[in-house]
């Protein structure tokens, strides 16, 4: 028998992430329900004319994503959590940064896919479009800005998924951690929307926030998940 | 002196407020089967929660296998084997496959073949392909000694591995323990079961409000904790 | 800075059981008259050594003696929090988690004092009490909802080993963030903070403005130790009567 790399087990993590998701697809159309309801919250809180909606898209479309997110944030530990998978794999000889990483790679993707689709539900219900030239930048800085978010939410689910109320502690934690980077990408989409290219500044700022709390997690994880307690 | 399958050196554990676990010392032998008896909420699935790498003492020290916890438990969890009163199964997959993906964490080879022959020990070979959802208390239980196996653990620590099982199926699983003692592996039995426990072990505790009462004889010990439990 | 510090707090990385007194509180009447001396003495200074009243924003310019300090102080406790946060999770000295939770309410304390004498400034120089616009009072709101967390984090969790660890993580992650919360809110808001004045140059409000922060100290201090000596003491009462069982248990 002999160790398995830790690549080897960060696919083995992953892909078992995936299948489970496949299987029930829960936190996938949990997701995806709360997005669409959050767009329909929007139609009827401002008036979607092209006026206003020129000053607000950017922002909808972001608390959207957000609301959503948070969703699938939420769902990174809990789901293991209440069936004792966790406990199964806290007890197997895997690196707690590999698991770290793990969860944060398969919690990104479905929410990566999510926002792609509820990006095209937006510009079809709100009649929006993306100029061409802008719409790789823009891709990037959603692609980036939710890798953000899931390196800081995975961490805070961690910390939250065994308490009373974690999953209302989890979005006061999380919201004030993600709101500068919010905020820088709100910014970015607003010009990509209105055809300017996002400036280095920004993309530059995003990627140093995903760094920053990929690196805190690498270091970090280890202490959120020991002695997590369970039930005795 | 003996190595020991582990040594647990004046441990406290405080757990909300209380303590869950007041000032124990216990070891066992390696190859020996310790049974860990007592009421709820004695401290018995504290400790061996503890043995299994999930829990850290408030004070004190634990050494398994001859590593502290103190230590890098990494390599210690790939030669302890843990069943727990659930089962850690991802529900909604078929058993095999569950099976076979916590083989690939533990780096077992032929990992089909081994899951195969394990389900098929454990009276679940024809269950491979049906959902772990769809078991019932007792196979469940089964499952999860299957997939604490998977990997051949020096030492098996079990909490409760009786309960929900028919007499066939407690028997199968005396004789994994047996099997397990016999092959020089140790085992750790929290259990209720005394008189099973009187047969099975070499070796007994009994922990009454997070203290060790009784340390010696399974005949004895099961007799004393009758007694207690009278 | 502390005597309890020597004293190890009983942790499972010690094997003996060392026996934690609380740091006496010795002095404490006199620290805090020093605490309310040097801000009666700030007060004076604000009232004699500088003009009342400058041009542009006239007297409202006054409150920045206390906005200032306020900053500073917040910025020194929240990377205290930080450090305190470090040292705990090296450690497991339960000491660190009581410094960090005491540094973490003197830096909420300024935080708020921030806020209340900016907005008190705004509305004199803007004529509003809140503008979503400025990039600083805006950076402070933020903070201020990140550390409400890890206030909160005190009475969610209550396995105490548990809370500490948690709480480290999260002040950790919280003092990782700020640069980000700075300069995102720098960059891209729109910049109307006043941060040079007319007349600000005078060398007299100069002065003022680092005497101001030094006069400040010895109340955040203050608060500091009221903070961390509650905690210890009401730790220390659970402490003796957890001990006390342990010691029958060994005697028996």
């Given at each position: 028998?002999?160790?398995?790399?830790?690549?080897?087990?960060?696919?083995?993590?992953?892909?078992?992430?995936?299948?489970?998701?496949?299987?029930?697809?829960?936190?996938?159309?949990?997701?995806?329900?709360?997005?669409?309801?959050?767009?329909?919250?929007?139609?009827?809180?401002?008036?979607?004319?092209?006026?206003?909606?020129?000053?607000?898209?950017?922002?909808?479309?972001?608390?959207?994503?957000?609301?959503?997110?948070?969703?699938?944030?939420?769902?990174?530990?809990?789901?293991?959590?209440?069936?004792?998978?966790?406990?199964?794999?806290?007890?197997?000889?895997?690196?707690?940064?590999?698991?770290?990483?793990?969860?944060?790679?398969?919690?990104?993707?479905?929410?990566?896919?999510?926002?792609?689709?509820?990006?095209?539900?937006?510009?079809?219900?709100?009649?929006?479009?993306?100029?061409?030239?802008?719409?790789?930048?823009?891709?990037?800085?959603?692609?980036?800005?939710?890798?953000?978010?899931?390196?800081?939410?995975?961490?805070?689910?961690?910390?939250?998924?065994s308490l009373p109320a974690g999953d209302v502690l989890l979005r006061i934690l999380l919201f004030p951690m993600l709101l500068?980077?919010?905020?820088?990408?709100?910014?970015?989409?607003?010009?990509?929307?209105?055809?300017?290219?996002?400036?280095?500044?920004?993309?530059?700022?995003?990627?140093?926030?995903?760094?920053?709390?990929?690196?805190?997690?690498?270091?970090?994880?280890?202490?959120?998940?020991?002695?997590?307690?369970?039930?005795? | 002196?003996?190595?020991?399958?582990?040594?647990?050196?004046?441990?406290?554990?405080?757990?909300?407020?209380?303590?869950?676990?007041?000032?124990?010392?216990?070891?066992?032998?390696?190859?020996?089967?310790?049974?860990?008896?007592?009421?709820?909420?004695?401290?018995?699935?504290?400790?061996?929660?503890?043995?299994?790498?999930?829990?850290?003492?408030?004070?004190?020290?634990?050494?398994?296998?001859?590593?502290?916890?103190?230590?890098?438990?990494?390599?210690?969890?790939?030669?302890?084997?843990?069943?727990?009163?659930?089962?850690?199964?991802?529900?909604?997959?078929?058993?095999?496959?569950?099976?076979?993906?916590?083989?690939?964490?533990?780096?077992?080879?032929?990992?089909?073949?081994?899951?195969?022959?394990?389900?098929?020990?454990?009276?679940?070979?024809?269950?491979?392909?049906?959902?772990?959802?769809?078991?019932?208390?007792?196979?469940?239980?089964?499952?999860?000694?299957?997939?604490?196996?998977?990997?051949?653990?020096?030492?098996?620590?079990?909490?409760?591995?009786?309960?929900?099982?028919?007499?066939?199926?407690?028997?199968?699983?005396?004789?994994?323990?047996?099997?397990?003692?016999?092959?020089?592996?140790?085992?750790?039995?929290?259990?209720?079961?005394?008189?099973?426990?009187?047969?099975?072990?070499?070796?007994?505790?009994?922990?009454?409000?997070?203290?060790?009462?009784?340390?010696?004889?399974?005949?004895?010990?099961?007799?004393?904790?009758?007694?207690?439990?009278? | 800075?502390?005597?309890?510090?020597?004293?190890?707090?009983?942790?499972?990385?010690?094997?003996?059981?060392?026996?934690?007194?609380?740091?006496?509180?010795?002095?404490?009447?006199?620290?805090?008259?020093?605490?309310?001396?040097?801000?009666?003495?700030?007060?004076?200074?604000?009232?004699?050594?500088?003009?009342?009243?400058?041009?542009?924003?006239?007297?409202?310019?006054?409150?920045?003696?206390?906005?200032?300090?306020?900053?500073?102080?917040?910025?020194?406790?929240?990377?205290?929090?930080?450090?305190?946060?470090?040292?705990?999770?090296?450690?497991?000295?339960?000491?660190?988690?009581?410094?960090?939770?005491?540094?973490?309410?003197?830096?909420?304390?300024?935080?708020?004092?921030?806020?209340?004498?900016?907005?008190?400034?705004?509305?004199?120089?803007?004529?509003?009490?809140?503008?979503?616009?400025?990039?600083?009072?805006?950076?402070?709101?933020?903070?201020?909802?990140?550390?409400?967390?890890?206030?909160?984090?005190?009475?969610?969790?209550?396995?105490?080993?548990?809370?500490?660890?948690?709480?480290?993580?999260?002040?950790?992650?919280?003092?990782?963030?700020?640069?980000?919360?700075?300069?995102?809110?720098?960059?891209?808001?729109?910049?109307?903070?006043?941060?040079?004045?007319?007349?600000?140059?005078?060398?007299?409000?100069?002065?003022?403005?680092?005497?101001?922060?030094?006069?400040?100290?010895?109340?955040?201090?203050?608060?500091?130790?009221?903070?961390?000596?509650?905690?210890?003491?009401?730790?220390?009462?659970?402490?003796?009567?957890?001990?006390?069982?342990?010691?029958?248990?060994?005697?028996?």
């Open positions: 028998m002999t160790a398995p790399s830790e690549l080897r087990l960060f696919r083995t993590l992953v892909a078992w992430d995936f299948l489970r998701e496949m299987r029930r697809r829960t936190t996938l159309l949990s997701m995806g329900v709360m997005g669409v309801i959050t767009l329909f919250l929007f139609s009827f809180a401002i008036r979607p004319e092209d006026a206003v909606l020129a000053n607000t898209r950017a922002g909808i479309l972001w608390v959207t994503f957000l609301l959503a997110a948070t969703i699938g944030i939420d769902r990174a530990f809990r789901n293991d959590a209440e069936s004792g998978v966790l406990e199964g794999l806290l007890l197997a000889p895997v690196g707690r940064a590999t698991l770290y990483y793990a969860r944060v790679t398969s919690t990104f993707l479905f929410v990566a896919s999510l926002q792609a689709l509820l990006l095209v539900l937006f510009l079809l219900l709100f009649n929006q479009e993306i100029p061409r030239a802008t719409l790789a930048p823009m891709l990037a800085i959603v692609a980036a800005t939710s890798l953000g978010f899931v390196a800081v939410g995975v961490l805070i689910s961690a910390m939250t998924w500068p980077v919010f905020n820088v990408a709100v910014e970015a989409t607003d010009k990509a929307f209105a055809g300017r290219a996002p400036s280095w500044l920004h993309v530059g700022m995003i990627c140093a926030f995903d760094l920053l709390f990929l690196g805190a997690g690498h270091l970090l994880f280890e202490h959120l998940v020991k002695d997590s307690g369970g039930r005795t | 002196m003996t190595a020991q399958a582990f040594q647990v050196r004046g441990v406290w554990k405080r757990f909300g407020g209380r303590d869950a676990l007041s000032n124990v010392t216990l070891s066992a032998p390696l190859g020996s089967c310790l049974a860990l008896l007592g009421h709820n909420g004695s401290g018995k699935t504290t400790l061996l929660r503890m043995l299994a790498t999930l829990a850290t003492p408030t004070e004190g020290d634990v050494t398994v296998l001859g590593m502290s916890l103190r230590d890098d438990v990494r390599a210690l969890r790939s030669r302890i084997g843990v069943v727990l009163d659930r089962h850690l199964l991802p529900r909604d997959f078929p058993l095999g496959d569950a099976l076979r993906m916590y083989a690939g964490l533990y780096g077992v080879q032929d990992a089909a073949d081994r899951v195969e022959e394990l389900a098929t020990r454990l009276g679940l070979g024809r269950r491979l392909d049906d959902p772990v959802r769809t078991f019932s208390r007792g196979m469940g239980q089964r499952a999860s000694i299957c997939r604490a196996l998977l990997h051949d653990p020096e030492l098996l620590l079990l909490d409760e591995p009786f309960t929900g099982l028919d007499a066939r199926a407690m028997d199968v699983t005396d004789e994994v323990i047996r099997a397990t003692i016999a092959a020089g592996r140790s085992v750790v039995l929290v259990t209720h079961d005394l008189e099973r426990a009187a047969r099975l072990a070499t070796h007994a505790a009994v922990l009454a409000d997070g203290r060790v009462v009784f340390q010696g004889d399974p005949a004895e010990a099961a007799a004393a904790a009758a007694r207690g439990a009278a | 800075m502390n005597t309890a510090a020597a004293a190890s707090d009983a942790d499972w990385s010690q094997g003996a059981i060392p026996f934690e007194r609380p740091a006496p509180s010795r002095f404490f009447v006199a620290h805090a008259a020093l605490a309310l001396g040097a801000l009666l003495w700030l007060n004076w200074t604000i009232v004699h050594d500088v003009p009342l009243a400058i041009k542009g924003i006239g007297s409202s310019y006054l409150i920045f003696f206390y906005h200032f300090p306020s900053a500073l102080n917040m910025g020194v406790a929240y990377t205290a929090l930080m450090a305190f946060s470090v040292a705990y999770l090296r450690t497991k000295r339960p000491v660190w988690d009581r410094r960090a939770r005491a540094a973490a309410e003197v830096g909420f304390l300024a935080n708020a004092v921030l806020l209340l004498t900016g907005s008190t400034w705004a509305k004199a120089a803007w004529n509003a009490w809140w503008v979503w616009n400025d990039p600083r009072l805006m950076s402070a709101a933020v903070m201020s909802l990140v550390y409400v967390g890890y206030l909160m984090l005190e009475s969610a969790i209550e396995e105490p080993q548990r809370r500490r660890q948690i709480s480290a993580v999260y002040g950790i992650l919280a003092f990782v963030n700020l640069p980000v919360v700075y300069y995102s809110i720098q960059w891209f808001g729109v910049a109307s903070h006043p941060m040079k004045m007319d007349g600000m140059s005078d060398p007299a409000i100069k002065s003022a403005k680092w005497l101001s922060v030094l006069l400040f100290v010895p109340f955040y201090l203050l608060l500091y130790r009221w903070s961390y000596d509650r905690r210890t003491r009401a730790e220390h009462v659970e402490d003796v009567l957890q001990r006390v069982r342990r010691l029958e248990e060994k005697a028996a």
